[in-house]
T-cell receptor
């Protein structure tokens, strides 16, 4: 059964800290892994990863994929209160266009 | 507007009533998805439309749930005889569909409809 597991479920840090969010997956014929940030209702796209070892970076956020060990990490450096959100990981297989989501990691950044 | 829109933004209904949720995808997007997010849960796939193909209904939790997409654009998710466990945020997303490299996997989400069944 295809599944996505994220950890930790919840994380509380202070501004300036660095955090690492984890996503492990099992999917038939893996095609891509995506990270989303969800602050209110609609998730917003962060990264799409398809190849192992290639880091995607956007400002203080970065992500990398390990297709051998079937996981991805999302790093956020120098966290800010605006980073507080639920971070969702999703994977997709070649045989389908639908995404399988994890339950998310809730990040709270305090001043 | 250029984004996915959904209506209503909030819906409160009584147990046993039927509800209809609407999604207007981004113009030109051939793929449309419905997801459900219950409190503390990840996004749960419900149904997927791609062009004129038969929809993938594998995620619908019961036969009380149905969806249609008229003219390859607007979609309506209908929940009959609502139950309290149907309370959730229902999210719609659209994407350009297959065949467009690098971008076709990205799903653009609407703001969602918060459904509360009393």
């Amino acid at each position: 059964e295809d599944k996505v597991v994220q950890s930790p479920l919840s994380l509380v840090v202070h501004e300036g800290d660095t955090v690492t969010l984890n996503c492990s997956y099992e999917v038939t014929n893996f095609r891509s892994l995506l990270w989303y940030k969800q602050e209110k209702k609609a998730p917003t796209f962060l990264f799409m990863l398809t190849s192992s070892g290639i880091e995607k970076k956007s400002g203080r956020l970065s992500s990398i994929l390990d297709k051998k060990e079937l996981f991805s990490i999302l790093n956020i450096t120098a966290t800010q209160t605006g980073d507080s959100a639920v971070y969702l990981c999703a994977v997709e297989g070649y045989n389908t266009d639908k995404l399988i989501f994890g339950t998310g990691t809730r990040l709270q950044v305090f001043p | 507007g250029a984004g996915v829109s959904q209506s209503p933004s909030n819906k409160v209904t009584e147990k046993g009533k039927d509800v209809e949720l609407r999604c207007d995808p981004i113009s030109g997007h051939t793929a449309l998805y419905w997801y459900r997010q219950s409190l503390g849960q990840g996004l749960e796939f419900l149904i997927y439309f791609q062009g004129n193909s038969a929809p993938d209904k594998s995620g619908l939790p019961s036969d009380r749930f149905s969806a249609e997409r008229t003219g390859g654009s607007v979609s309506t998710l209908t929940i009959q005889r609502t139950q309290q466990e149907d309370s959730a945020v229902y999210l719609c997303a659209s994407s350009p569909g297959t065949g467009i490299p690098l971008t076709y996997n990205e799903q653009f989400f609407g703001p969602g409809t918060r459904l509360t069944v009393l």
